[in-house]
């Protein structure tokens, strides 16, 4: 039987990325995203490829928070079950701090941390009705150090990484595994200019990477391991002017 997986934003970026690594390896998919056309497209497109496998989607927002349980619902009852359910919908923004444009910081918040702990919080009560299953959050490198600039969008990563570990032990008894990704400078239609940044990578390889870290169940991973492994550490202690120079 055909393993099971769900992605949210999964409309472009590394949810597609990883729609394409995951339909290569076999499993029926199962989308969600805000933009439903793109979604068609990309099933389309899957299905042409690898026409012996399911795929399907639903439209979500994540931040309409009372939906995303209906959703996630109806698309494990739509593919009989979930194996794998990657929480992957988020935004990026850059702002400093002080130009009384707080509605930035606020989305970014809103989506990437109230929206990927609704998503959680409906994975695991399926995962708990199906007695299984395995969750993964889609975290980032600036958990580990905030980025100047983008000062929301550290806390709101740093804070679905702590959120992520409360879950993981929370069900360490259950056959629940929880995994949570960081990855540094991946190369998507979200952010302008990456290449401007050091270490920048593309997205097929960034899901490759990922999909194999989530194969080996791992608690969490850095994608790519190097040089963020040693970047997670050293930036922790780099000076602040280090810092601020490098951002």
């Known amino acids: 039987m055909s393993q099971r997986i769900v992605i949210t934003g999964a409309s472009s970026g590394i949810g597609a990325a990883l729609a394409w690594e995951y339909a290569g390896r076999g499993y029926d998919i199962g989308l969600c995203a805000r933009r439903a056309e793109n979604m068609e497209v990309l099933c389309t497109e899957l299905h042409a490829r690898y026409p012996s496998q399911q795929f399907i989607y639903e439209t979500l927002d994540v931040n309409n ?5 209906p959703v996630l619902k109806t698309l494990a009852a739509r593919l009989g079950s979930i194996d794998v359910l990657i929480a992957n919908a988020g935004v990026t923004g850059v702002r400093r701090t002080g130009n009384g444009k707080l509605d930035i910081d606020v989305g970014i918040i809103q989506t990437n941390l109230l929206g990927a702990i609704a998503t959680i919080d ?3 009560a399926i ?7 395995h969750l993964v959050g889609i975290s980032s490198f600036s958990a580990f150090r905030g980025i100047p600039g983008s000062a929301a969008y550290s806390a709101s990563k740093a804070a679905l990484s702590n959120y992520l570990e ?3 032990t929370e069900l360490h008894k259950k056959n629940i595994q929880v995994t949570t990704i960081h990855p540094g400078f991946i190369k998507t239609d979200l952010a302008d200019n990456m290449e401007r940044f050091p270490f ?3 997205a097929p390889k960034a899901a490759r990477l990922m999909a194999e870290a989530i194969r080996k169940r791992k608690k969490e991973a850095t994608v790519p391991a190097w040089p963020w492994n040693l970047l997670r550490i050293l930036m922790k202690k780099m000076p602040d002017s280090v810092v601020a120079k490098m951002f």
């Not at 928070?65 to 349980?69: D, F, Q, R």
């Not at 995962?127 to 299953?133: L, M, T, V």
Request: no cysteine.
């Open 166 to 168: 409360a879950v993981r």
């Open 65 to 69: 928070l009372e939906s995303v349980a």
């Open 200 to 202: 920048v990578i593309e």
């Open 122 to 124: 409906a994975a695991v």
């Open 127 to 133: 995962f708990r009705e199906q007695d299984r299953g």
